[in-house]
């Protein structure tokens, strides 16, 4: 006697709709349990995934960002030497990385380049719009949300400094 015993291709399986159904129902929900799981493991690592995100702190004297691993890095308007808009950060040489982290949306930490020496950036890649600030301390490049929102904030700083803006 054989372990398995050889069918017939001439006879068709006999099938019960019952049991098609059954099955049919089983595999939709282990698609669905998977989807769950997906999902769910998306929204805790969407940070991680997305490479996280800087984010701004406002104050009535002053300004900070807070970079990638929740240090603030700020200035006080009336303390600036100088404040600028730029608009074209997708032609900026960053420079050279000295501390920090870039990710694919955001570059973030202490740089060197031709044009500012040792300066921080803080900005999210995706933008155009960047602000520039030179003080004591040394320059703070960054942006914020979006390009308008960069450039709102540029214009509310320099009103608070009582610079009207060009």
Not at 6 to 25: A, F, H, I, M
Not at 60 to 70: A, K, M, N, P, R
Not at 75 to 91: G, H, N, P, W
Request: aromatic residues 12%; charged residues 30%.
């Amino acid at each position: 006697m054989a372990f398995f015993q050889k069918k017939n291709d001439d006879e068709p399986e006999e099938v019960s709709v019952e049991r098609e159904l059954k099955r049919n129902k089983m595999f939709g929900i282990r698609d669905l349990i998977w989807c769950i799981i997906i999902v769910v493991v998306f929204l805790m690592f969407k940070d991680k995934l997305s490479g996280g995100t800087l984010r701004p702190n406002f104050e009535e004297t002053q300004f900070g960002v807070i970079d990638l691993d929740g240090v603030e890095h700020s200035f006080v308007y009336a303390d600036a030497e100088s404040i600028e808009l730029r608009t074209d950060l997708k032609r900026f040489d960053r420079g050279e990385q000295l501390s920090g982290q870039e990710t694919w949306n955001c570059w973030s930490g202490e740089y060197r380049n031709g044009e500012y020496g040792e300066y921080q950036l803080y900005v999210q890649r995706r933008l155009h719009n960047f602000i520039v600030v030179r003080n004591d301390d040394g320059i703070l490049a960054f942006n914020i949300e979006s390009d308008d929102t960069t450039k709102q904030l540029y214009e509310y700083i320099m009103e608070q400094r009582g610079t009207p803006v060009q």
